[in-house]
């Protein structure tokens, strides 16, 4: 991180991401929960009907 002449700090863009480059897990996490939510409410619904 450094600064420019007129005192502002300037990041690169993987700095400002924070060293991120693309959320890679986030796709995973999504169908994992979307499964287990709809086996369980299936589950559920086995259950009371």
Known sequence: MTENEHGQ???TP???K????????MP???VVS??????????VWAYFF
Request: net charge negative; glycine share 18%.
């Open 9 to 11: 700090i300037v990041e």
């Open 14 to 16: 993987v700095e400002a």
């Open 18 to 25: 924070q060293g991120t480059d693309a959320p890679k897990g």
């Open 28 to 30: 995973v996490v999504l």
């Open 34 to 43: 979307t499964v287990g939510a709809a086996l369980g409410m299936g589950l």
